[in-house]
């Protein structure tokens, strides 16, 4: 089993270069995807007929299906044969496979939410905010010609992607090179901060701060259903992405926002190279989607749906987990929210599980039909796992008629 977020299966009877080139069109995805096997092909000592495997791993938002069902048909897209066919949307900008009207709605959709400077920044849209990772890594890195890979660093616990994302090509220009906490060489160095953070929820800083350190900021999750928006933030190059803003993770739109111009044509020419730029459908479906969101011409208003759920989840978590300490979740507290014009309590896209020591937490919950991402994975020890809280109700349902049963397991 390759142990990426794609979570694509390879079987071990498969000859060794074969299962190479599978395993390379597993990591190239690297999103947080099942591909290939089935929940129930998992079932391998259990019953089928009554116990069900609950996909708890991957961060797959299909939590915003019930949004988008409401809005009903109103709002379909239509894309005729003759349209969009061309490379090119905007041969006068630097990002010249960007629809004008989509950086125009992300502008919008910032200014709306005031979680990001757009005012005289460079948009770039890309296929998922993984490839604009990779466009930055390659970005910051290249004009240093380094003499060797230059060290790609991200404070533990640390989005479990980025090891792959930053290895996989073996890359002469850049290595992943683990905790930025352990980071002492003076030599430059990218230093990934994600905020809010992928799988704790904390909202993050660069820890390293040395003169030579370049910044990636990657702000998938920084939207008010996970967390208060207490700045826009303006940062050399920030990456968001409509997986986590708006749920619609199969278009595979992300884009960054980037200060240095030179920076933002070396990431487009990233794109260039590595896929001709992005689909014009999905950008149109994302125009489409990020316009409603910023008009609230919905029926029920976007934001305030994602809070609802995200705090009810989180509300009944801490309830199932109350009066025990053999299963903790961290706690946030209240943060005034610009956007609510509130206090806002933080309700994470991903439940950050502590077990007490020692324990290998995920293969706790396997033994409860429950798969979470085990610490291992993020830089930490196997007492930590990662439970999504992005899936949908009736998964979240059953995970609570199990947690019981589960914080009984753990106690013994
Ligand atoms: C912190 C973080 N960055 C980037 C991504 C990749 O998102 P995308 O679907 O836009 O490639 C994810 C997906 O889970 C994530 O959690």
């Known amino acids: 089993m390759v142990s990426t977020e794609a979570a694509v299966v390879i079987e071990s009877s498969v000859p060794s ?4 080139s599978v395993a390379a069109a597993a990591v190239a995805v690297a999103v947080e995807v099942e591909a290939i096997k089935t929940t129930e092909s998992m079932l391998t000592n259990l019953d089928l007929e009554t116990v069900s495997v609950l996909d708890f791993d991957k961060g797959d938002p299909t939590m915003y299906e019930a949004y988008w069902k409401s809005i009903g048909e109103d709002f379909e897209i239509t894309i005729s044969a003759s349209q969009a066919l061309s490379y090119f949307a905007n041969p006068k900008s630097f990002c010249w496979f960007m629809l ?14 005031g979680n990001a400077v757009v005012e005289g920044r460079h948009i770039a849209v890309g296929n998922g905010s993984s490839q604009l990772i990779q466009a930055a890594l390659y970005a910051l890195a290249e004009p240093l010609d380094p003499p060797s890979p230059i060290s790609v660093v991200s404070a533990a616990p640390f989005y479990s992607c980025y090891p792959q994302i930053a290895d996989y090509v073996r890359s002469g ?13 003076d030599t430059p160095y990218i230093e990934m901060v994600t905020s809010p953070n992928n799988p704790d929820g904390e909202l993050r800083g660069p820890v390293v701060n040395k003169a030579n350190g370049m910044l990636v900021h990657d702000l998938a ?11 826009p933030v303006d940062h050399d190059i920030m990456l968001f992405t409509v997986s986590k803003c708006t749920g619609h993770a199969g278009s595979r739109i992300g884009w960054a926002i980037v200060k240095d111009p030179d920076v933002a044509k070396r990431m487009v020419k990233f794109m260039e190279i590595s896929t001709i730029g992005v689909s014009k459908e999905a950008q149109l479906r994302a125009i489409s ?12 208003n976007f934001f305030e749906f994602g809070q609802s759920v995200m ?16 299963l903790q979740v961290p706690d946030f507290p209240p943060q005034h929210c610009n956007f609510k014009r509130d206090y806002n309590e933080c309700h994470p896209a991903y439940a950050w599980m502590k077990a007490q020591e020692g324990l290998n937490l995920e293969e706790v919950m396997k033994e409860e039909s429950i798969r979470v991402r085990g610490g291992g994975t993020f830089g930490c020890p196997s007492n930590y796992a990662r439970l999504s809280m992005l899936g949908r109700d009736k998964d979240v349902d059953l995970l609570l008629k199990r947690l019981p049963s589960i914080l009984k397991r753990l106690a013994h």
């Not at 270069?17 to 190479?20: E, H, L, N, R, S």
């Not at 220009?173 to 060489?185: M, S």
């Open 17 to 20: 270069p074969v299962a190479a």
């Open 100 to 113: 004008p009207k989509l950086e125009q709605e992300i502008r919008n959709l910032h200014n709306l939410v």
């Open 173 to 185: 220009l850049f290595k992943w090179a683990g905790d930025a906490h352990a980071y002492v060489k």
């Open 221 to 231: 999750y920084y939207w008010p259903q996970y967390t208060a928006i207490t700045e």
């Open 289 to 300: 989607i990020l316009e409603m969101i910023s008009t609230n011409s919905c029926p029920s």
């Open 311 to 326: 705090a009810e989840r989180w509300k009944k978590l801490r309830e199932a987990l109350k009066g025990t300490d053999v």
